[in-house]
């Protein structure tokens, strides 16, 4: 079954930098979309960044210019190098994977991790 394991959090000082990696198991990264979440406490879930099967990538705009979005197809993980973090990125995230390749959809994710805490204080 799909697995989706992410690593890489903690806590850091504004400006600083994280890389989160999302390690996949039963799923391709060559044939789907996935991508990377964030939850506040007490804030809605926050699509960050996708990228898609042919390697097509999103940003939202609140990290657009300081995350990007990367995948090792031959070891399908994917990975989030966060750059000049600001308090306001603190939360929980987790990546996601959709059934198809696209991410121009609005089909759900429907495989998710357990996510991984970035504190940034």
């Known amino acids: 079954h799909v697995q989706l394991v992410e690593s890489g959090g903690g806590s850091v000082q504004a400006g600083g930098s994280l890389r989160l990696s999302c390690a996949a198991s039963?799923?391709?990264?060559?044939?789907?979309?996935i991508g990377w979440f964030r939850q506040a406490l007490g804030k809605e879930r926050e699509e960050l960044a996708t990228?898609?099967?042919?390697?097509?990538?999103t940003y939202a705009p609140s990290v657009k210019g300081r995350f990007t979005i990367s995948k090792d197809n031959a070891n399908d993980t994917l990975y989030l190098e966060m750059n000049s973090l600001k308090p306001e990125d603190t939360g929980m995230y987790f990546c996601a994977g959709r059934n198809i390749r696209s991410c121009a959809t609005n089909l759900p994710f429907r495989y998710w991790g357990q996510g991984t805490q970035v504190t940034v204080s």
């Open positions: 039963a799923y391709s990264l060559s044939r789907h979309c």
């Open positions: 990228v898609s099967g042919n390697g097509d990538v």
